[in-house]
């Protein structure tokens, strides 16, 4: 007996959301997308889907559709004005694949519910090449049948997949994540600094930190993911990243606590350690 797959609608198809798409295409899904430029198309050569001219075609057409979008505002924009949540069918799943407020999931959810739409909030983690390679990190907060649902999607571009909880748990849990790993940027900083004065070989150190029990994905992805031509563009991004993080945090906390102290830190001194930092060595074929 064949098994019928949900049809999939797309919304988003840059750095992240591109690969990500295409992943859910490879797999078998019905792919569906939607973009305001058809130059973003490009990056769907090869693989079968169906162009829609708007965003509530796009939704009458699908089952689940994901988002991968810059902010809050444009997430927003696509669902009301856009007229995403009207055209969906009671039961279908949006899926909110961006970075954003948890405050904003829990409201979007409520904007969806009139609607009987059912709403996920799962930001990932690992980037443009984590999306390649399949192999991200889903922070999944809402209803677990629902998580379970789409939890089979998921799949075909990443590799762990955490339901956090509720409405805003993945937004929060992406946001702890992002945090800790500017903290570790500043900190691998620091540690040029002091290997600097101390007259060590940093190319030297930093291929023998990757091979050791010091390393880390923020080491990982410097001289590989991160480098001087894009370093000042995600350091512009993980400011953004913190500045949310705030907001979250600041009824928790008191004043500049340090750990977003040393995040802040990090996320500024990304263009520095990407011009200080090379490419490991390939090793011989």
């Known amino acids: 007996m064949t098994v019928l797959l949900p049809r999939v609608g797309w919304i988003g198809l840059g750095d992240q959301g591109a690969p990500m798409a295409r992943a859910v295409a490879e797999a078998g899904y019905p792919l569906h997308v939607w973009a305001r430029r058809r130059s973003s198309l490009d990056v769907l050569a090869g693989v079968p889907y169906q162009l829609h001219d708007t965003v509530a075609d796009l939704g009458a057409d699908s089952d689940i559709v994901g988002l991968c979008l810059g902010d809050d505002p444009d997430v927003r924009e696509v669902a009301t004005t856009g007229g995403l949540l009207e055209s969906l069918e009671p039961g279908a799943v949006l899926v909110n694949h961006g970075t954003g407020l948890p405050a904003f999931a829990a409201e979007l959810a409520e904007l969806a519910m009139p609607y009987r739409v059912e709403v996920v909030d799962a930001p990932v983690s690992g980037g443009h090449v984590g999306a390649v390679e399949k192999r991200l990190t889903v922070l999944a907060g809402g209803d ?33 994540n992002n945090t800790l790993l500017m903290a570790n940027q500043q900190n691998i900083a620091e540690l040029l600094d002091v290997a600097g004065r101390l007259g060590l070989d940093l190319p030297a150190l930093l ?45 928790f906390v008191s004043g500049l606590d340090p750990l977003t102290e040393r995040a802040v830190a990090g996320a500024q001194a990304l263009p520095r350690l990407a011009r200080l930092t090379f490419p490991p060595p390939t090793a011989a074929g």
């Open 144 to 176: 677990p049948e629902v998580v379970a649902f789409v939890r089979p999607v998921f799949a075909t571009f990443a590799t762990t997949v955490a339901h956090l909880g509720g409405h805003g748990a993945g937004q929060i849990g992406k946001l702890l």
């Open 207 to 251: 291929d023998a930190i990757r091979a050791g029990t010091g390393s880390s994905v923020a080491l990982q992805s410097l001289g590989r993911a991160i480098t001087p031509d894009n370093a000042e563009h995600l350091s512009r991004l993980q400011l953004i990243d913190m500045d949310i993080y705030r907001k979250v945090v600041a009824p």
